[in-house]
């Protein structure tokens, strides 16, 4: 089994958390399970970026991106090279590190107030 290690995250998991995740997990499905509240406006279809991550470790262990999915990422906001969208990203063999960035582009927004 693996583990999906959630940096800390201001608003999202301010201590950070770590969730256990057996090969083929969704890590979007994983962090929602553990009530680390990731947007996911299209409610995980690959249609937005809201659910972008950062894998700072285990890249190489997750499925391959889609055209889809790479299509999308270029519109997140803070793209890097081991970004990818938490919808679409099923866990591997190794552990996983993942850093969730501070802003998305989601301008419909709900917020809870």
Known sequence: MAK?????????C????????????NVLE??????VEIEHACDGSCACTTCHVI???GFDSLNESTEAEDDML???WGLEMES??????????????IEIP???????????H
Not at 14 to 23: L, W
Not at 30 to 35: R, V
């Open 4 to 12: 999906i290690i959630f940096l800390p995250h201001e608003t999202l």
């Open 14 to 25: 301010p201590e950070g958390m770590v969730v256990d995740a057996a090969k083929g997990d």
């Open 30 to 35: 994983k962090a929602l399970e553990a009530g």
């Open 55 to 57: 894998v700072r470790e």
């Open 74 to 76: 270029d519109k997140a």
């Open 84 to 97: 990818r969208l938490g919808c679409q990203c099923l866990v591997g063999d190794e552990d996983l590190v």
């Open 102 to 112: 501070k802003y998305t582009i989601n301008h419909a927004r709900e917020e809870n």
